[in-house]
């Protein structure tokens, strides 16, 4: 086994790795993403040297961080091929801007209209949906998913023809399966009967790049701190002409253009959906963890992990009593992400083995309930893979797992 150049270089730049004794195999990526350390620099200079409340003061401490904090907004827009940066709201995370849009675009929803899921979802793009029926009697359907976690097109394009939803709002790369969705396809199928159509690209954007104009999505969100960002900031890109249509969804200082005791007008987008004091030090941070991906080059990060992720695939067929899930036996149907089981082990027992040799996965059902039940699935044990993992931390996995298999069998 050689292990990747690129693999090496970047763990250097990863504080996380030196901390430990012996090799750490951090394969819990998908659900929040070690940060190199620029980003923690970045926080850190900003914290320490430049902190001010953004957009108010007469001052040059406060200039400067509102030029920073817009900068960042730039960089994002940049980053997902978007012409205006008033297109991007920045909020906490994916599922505050999941349900700024349910909230505020769905006030024009009406009973009886229809919303489009599919049963490959993320809770997080399931319950605002189910608020707003549950609000204003929209009818929620969802688009069924074949045996290996691929989603069935004949039943999209059948529920698309005779439901005619407002609108689709669908996962463009599972978190419980690693299944890349025909994203594209999706969406010109959606325009092409009218309805608009919200991307949850959160996973999407860690390994592939997103081009929102060349995509056509209405409404396209993410989150930072899967993209070696800090938490507490997430990404709603949405075409100026819709968010301009939509009211506020919080109310508060800096969403506001005018305040009398009367009532008040709202802010210019995309400020009118940031109200109050927002996670400053985190959008900066998130520009440098764009310009991190940025630097290394996203189409280097996917060949890299494409190798590890095929390295994984092999050497876990090579186990005895392990069963993989997902489309892996489609080449380009899943990346980064692997679903499997050890025949007589419960994932949460083989994850607390696997820690005690240094070895850090998911276990459960990854916040995707109806698509595991789907599937016959209560849980899953789940690898995931990032820029910095390596060879080394899959022969860990498979060497966790012979040790699990000893420790429960005897």
């Known amino acids: 086994m050689k292990n990747l150049q690129l693999g090496e270089k970047i763990r250097d730049q990863f504080p996380i790795f030196k901390s430990v004794p012996g090799h750490l195999a951090f394969l819990d990526s998908a659900a929040s993403s070690q940060k190199p350390s620029r980003v923690i620099e970045r926080v850190s200079r900003y914290l320490s040297f430049e902190h001010a ?37 920045l909020v906490k995370n994916a599922t505050e801007a999941i349900n700024l849009v349910a909230y505020s675009w769905g006030e024009k929803l009406s009973m009886g209209d229809r919303i489009l899921l599919t049963t490959l ?13 549950a609000k204003r009697g929209v009818k929620i359907d969802f688009v069924g998913i074949n045996p290996d976690a691929t ?33 594209q396809e999706i969406i010109k199928m959606t325009h092409e009967i009218g309805a608009k159509i919200l991307v949850d690209a959160t996973q999407l954007v860690v390994h592939s790049a997103v081009n929102v104009r060349d995509l056509d999505a209405d409404f396209l969100v993410f989150t930072g701190h899967k993209l070696y960002g800090p938490t507490g900031v997430g990404v709603l890109y949405g075409k100026p002409e819709l968010l301009e249509q939509m009211e506020p969804f919080l109310g508060g200082g800096d969403m506001i253009e005018q ?41 280097n990060i996917a060949a890299h992990e494409k190798r590890i992720y095929e390295y994984g695939i092999e050497q ?75 060879l080394q931390d899959i022969d860990a996995l498979c060497h966790g797992l012979r040790e699990a298999k000893r420790l429960m069998r005897r």
């Open 316 to 390: 876990l067929q090579r186990e005895n009593d392990v069963q993989i899930y997902g489309p892996y036996k489609k080449n380009g149907a899943q990346c980064s992400i692997i679903p499997f089981n050890l025949k007589g082990v419960h994932p949460h027992d083989l994850g607390t083995i696997l820690d005690s040799v240094n070895v850090q996965i998911r276990a459960g059902h990854h916040c995707a309930m109806p698509a595991l039940k789907a599937l016959g699935l209560q849980s899953t044990a789940r690898a995931s893979l990032a820029v910095y993992s390596d």
């Open 259 to 299: 305040v009398t005791t009367e009532g008040s007008t709202w802010a210019e987008i995309p400020r009118r959906f940031e109200a109050g004091t927002p996670a400053i030090a985190e959008v900066i941070g998130l520009q440098a963890a764009i310009e991190f991906v940025e630097e290394i080059g996203i189409a």
């Open 53 to 89: 409340n953004i957009h108010r003061g007469a001052y040059r401490l406060s200039a400067y961080a509102t030029q920073s904090y817009e900068s960042a907004r730039e960089k994002v827009a940049s980053f997902l091929g978007a012409q205006d940066p008033r297109s991007i709201v």
């Open 151 to 183: 989603i069935n097109l004949d039943d999209f394009r059948a529920k698309l023809k005779s439901l005619k939803p407002k609108l689709v709002s669908v996962v463009a790369h599972s978190n419980a399966f690693g299944t890349i969705l025909p994203i």
């Open 121 to 133: 979802e993320h809770h997080s793009n399931i319950v605002p949906w189910q608020l707003v029926a």
